[in-house]
């Protein structure tokens, strides 16, 4: 029954008071959703569970607490409580690392893209894909993380998000409903001059008013909150994917140029690379989570709304208004649908862009020092503002994209959708009404006067409440174009989300080496060592291996046994730091029967003693050529990459630390800095002899049975370099050092030659006996103090031929002057 012959009901009171009822206990669930808690210094420390009083500390013990970044699983499972320094306070954060089954299980839904998909986002079949096998692997897994595997997908919190978030969306379209039909009942009451409706009706305004005001801002929290969520899932996600352990090492690997990006290739890269990694996971995560959750409530609030707008409507438009309704809205598709750009395509290029002037600031940031030295600053500006501008006038060539979009956008919604309201009003009015259903007819009852009232204020009543409802069904079909927009965007980022998981998913792990028993030798056999995914684009196996170029090392074969210590020597960017990385596992090795031996690690004291150390003795521990320093205090800096919580568990003590720096004559360092626990930028404080002694002293902590010493003594004098490496021996380490210092050898066995000038060639020399070796050395020195004296005897030649050619030259002077007498 069309509605304008009818003028709406009120809002019957009760259903308000249903409204606020709900309101209420939904607000009561909401404050009692997880909360972290605010734990007390003294029963972190001894990793009990949590405090209930919310204690301040003082910066001491804030240090103090931050010192141990986790608690450890006090049932000796996997997951982890992280300390997170939160308004002088700390909040304990539980962190269970996802399963590695759950992973791999993972990688078939990530297959990497054809770069032809990956430069050309748009709203299609692969976007709904991509976008799937995010949301089901990642965003919304049917089983939590936390390794149980047991609570049911609609029990996690992400979903109780959602479930809130889209209850409150549905109320604002019902409680939208209600303001319009009771934005009629005012003004009717008003033209019929009836006082006390109209006060009622002003009450239940005021009324209506709390409900709706709290479901606009609950949505607005909502909606943020569930952006949070999703960017923490899949930032934890990544994480764990990224910052994988040995054989996967995807944070190392990952980062490598693609050479074959053909646009028009359909077929993806297996040696795909990804730039800036960091971008995609910091500012793109971000990015897509704040996207999917808006867009989430855009699309859903407009469509409901446009749904129970349009049947509303319908109702009192009859079927021609109704037609014209659905004709409007396609029209209004079509119209927009042509003139939309490529929204997705330009939103990857404005991450891409703006990673790339980010990646720069970071470079200038970290190399301040040797760019200040250089005088560097206007040549970075050179290159950051170029990046920067790059950037702009992309982001610009957008703005002015959108001109044109949005003024049709604009010009088709707001007048064209308002033009179609009022002739969608006019419809049951001009064409489909009678003047008898209007009111205007004469009857014998009642006062005619009265009756035409009646009928102009129900007329009113219904056409503020339809005129609302279409302002609003305007809105709806905006929000719904926008949405269309963001959508495309979205497109985008889902692409850019999911080539770094696809990428990460789809690095093959590097292999295995063949494991020795405990105290066995590290052994290479013919093995080809070549730089991973060199000459890609000429041919390349599975692994990225380029077989285009000669290898930097052929057919190399080598045992270092425990207790033979082996130096690697030749010149520069010959291959020595290559062959570390093989031995150490970095670089997969080459060559159709190549085979790398390592022992296995040590094996952990299973003594219930506090003081055994639970960490297995590990078998390669490399010092690079760069010192690194992690982030954290001067203790950490020893036991690196072992963490606070390690160094507890392990039994060891400061004391032993400082035997240590003592060994690497850094003793003096503690008392400088301040103490163990002080924290500090390490890598600006510490003089770069300094930095080498740290990565010694790792050495000396961790006790490997093998350490690569990759040129990290450069910086540090000859004879405390001789003390240290003495020391080292001593514990029984055997030493690979890879240097171009003669008077390192004498501490080694064994000399690996590289030959380099692309030839390849290699040759091992055995040095004989320790005693043999200190003949030789003997033997070297005198012959370089022997050499330092050639310098002088030359010296001395010279001045005598100088000597003899002034005299002949006196004497055929004299006789050139006799000759003329
Ligand atoms: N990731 C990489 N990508 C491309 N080329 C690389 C990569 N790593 C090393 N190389 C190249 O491999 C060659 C050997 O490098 P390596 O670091 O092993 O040299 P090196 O003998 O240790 O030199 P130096 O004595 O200068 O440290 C060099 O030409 C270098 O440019």
């Known amino acids: 029954m069309p509605v304008f012959s009818k003028p709406l009901k009120p809002p019957p009171p009760r259903s308000l008071t ?52 986790y608690l450890d699983d006090p049932k000796g499972g996997d997951g982890k409580t992280l300390l997170v320094p939160y308004r002088d306070q700390v909040v304990k954060v539980p962190i269970h690392p996802i399963p590695t089954s759950k992973l791999s299980n993972d990688a078939p839904h990530f297959p990497l893209l054809p770069p032809a998909t990956k430069n050309k986002p748009n709203i299609d079949i692969a976007f709904l894909k991509q976008l799937n096998a995010i949301l089901q692997r990642i965003a919304l897994p049917p089983h939590s993380w936390s390794g149980k595997g047991a609570s049911p997908w609609w029990r996690s919190k992400i979903m109780a998000v959602i479930g809130l978030h889209s209850t409150f969306l549905v109320l604002r379209t019902v409680l939208s409903i209600m303001v319009a039909r009771l934005d009629g009942r005012i003004v009717r009451d008003l033209v019929r001059a009836d006082g006390k409706g109209f006060m ?12 709706s005001t709290y479901t606009n801002s609950m949505i607005r929290h909502l909606q943020s909150s569930l952006a949070l969520t999703l960017r ?95 004709a409007n809205y396609y029209a209004t598709v079509a119209i927009l649908r042509a003139v939309t750009p490529a ?34 600053g206007s040549r970075e500006r050179d290159i950051l503002t170029k990046a920067y501008l790059r950037l702009i006038k992309h982001v610009n060539s957008i703005y002015k994209i959108r001109i044109a979009y949005e003024w049709t956008e604009d010009y088709v919604i707001k007048y064209l959708w308002s033009a179609a309201g009022y002739a969608l009003i006019a419809v049951p009015i001009l064409f489909t009404r009678t003047k008898r259903s209007l009111g205007i007819q004469t009857g014998r009852e009642g006062r005619r006067e009265d009756r035409v009232n009646d009928a102009v204020a129900g007329r009113t009543e219904t056409y503020i409440s339809n005129r609302r409802l279409l302002l609003s069904l305007a809105d709806a079909g905006g929000r719904l174009m926008y949405a269309y927009k963001d959508l495309l965007e979205l497109a985008g980022l889902t692409t850019r989300i999911y080539t770094l998981v696809s990428t990460l998913h789809n690095l093959p792990p590097l292999p295995v080496p063949t494991i020795a028993d405990a105290d066995g030798a590290i052994e290479l056999r013919k093995v080809d060592v070549r730089i991973p995914g060199a000459g890609a684009g000429s041919s390349s196996d599975a692994d990225g291996h380029g077989h285009g170029e000669p290898p930097l090392v052929r057919d190399l074969n ?58 297995p003795q590990q078998t390669i521990f490399v010092v690079p050529q760069r010192a690194y320093m992690v982030t954290g205090s001067l203790l950490e800096q020893v036991i690196y990459p072992h963490s606070y919580a390690d160094f507890v568990r392990a039994g060891r003590t400061e004391e032993e630390l400082e035997g240590i720096l003592e060994s690497v004559f850094l003793k003096y360092l503690p008392e400088r800095e301040g103490g163990w626990k002080t924290r500090k930028e390490w890598r600006d404080v510490l003089s770069g002899g300094e930095k080498q002694r740290m990565g010694l002293a790792r050495v000396f902590y961790h006790r490997p ?64 006996s320790e005693k043999e070796r200190v003949g030789v050395d003997r033997e070297i020195a005198l012959l370089e103090k022997k050499l330092a004296d050639v310098q002088v005897w030359e010296e001395r030649v010279r001045e005598l031929e100088e000597l003899l050619s002034v005299r002949a030259e006196k004497k055929e002077g004299e006789r050139e002057g006799e000759a003329e007498r």
């Not at 934890?236 to 140029?257: I, K």
């Not at 407009?302 to 349009?310: A, E, R, W």
């Not at 997705?344 to 862009?353: I, M, S, Y």
Request: hydrophobic share 40%; charged share 25%; net charge positive.
């Open 18 to 69: 249903i409204a606020l009822i709900v309101l209420l206990i939904l607000r009561t669930r909401l404050l009692t959703l997880p909360k972290d808690a605010a734990v007390s210094l003294s029963g972190m420390l001894k990793g009990k569970g949590k405090g209930k009083e919310k204690q301040r500390f003082t910066k001491e013990d804030l240090a103090a607490v931050l010192q141990q970044v």
């Open 200 to 211: 009622k009706g002003l009450g239940l305004w005021f009324l209506l008013a709390i409900p």
């Open 232 to 326: 923490t899932r899949l930032t934890r996600y990544v994480h764990d994917l990224y910052l994988s352990a040995f054989p996967d090492l995807r944070y190392y690997r990952v980062t490598g140029s693609n050479n074959n990006t053909n646009e028009d290739d359909k077929k993806p890269s297996t040696s795909a690379g990804l730039e800036g990694v960091e971008q995609y996971i910091t500012a793109d995560v971000e990015a897509w989570s704040e996207a999917l959750a808006g867009l989430y409530g855009n699309l859903l609030k407009p469509t409901l709304d446009l749904l129970l707008f349009t049947s509303q409507l319908s109702r009192s438009l009859g079927v021609r208004g109704t037609i014209l309704l659905f």
């Open 343 to 376: 929204f997705g395509r330009l939103a990857a290029v404005e991450a891409r862009l703006e990673g790339e002037y980010r990646r720069g600031m970071g470079r200038v940031g970290r190399e301040a020092e040797e760019v200040a030295f250089y005088d560097g």
């Open 558 to 615: 080598l045992v270092i046994k425990r207790g033979e210590h082996l130096m690697i020597t030749g010149s520069n960017g010959v291959g020595k730091t290559a062959v570390a990385r093989v031995l150490a596992g970095l670089w997969p090795t080459s060559g159709d029967d190549a085979e790398v031996v390592r022992p296995v690690d040590g094996v952990a004291s299973s003594s219930s003693s506090s003081s055994a150390n639970p960490f």
């Open 705 to 768: 049975k093998f350490a690569i010493l990759d040129e990290c003594t450069s910086a540090v004098s000859s004879d405390v370099e001789g003390r240290m490496y003495e020391a080292a021996k001593g514990l029984g380490i055997t030493l690979i050092t890879i240097s171009l210092r003669p008077s390192l050898m004498k501490y080694h066995t064994q000399l690996l030659t590289l030959s380099g000038e692309g030839s390849s060639r290699w040759t091992l020399t055995r040095m004989g």
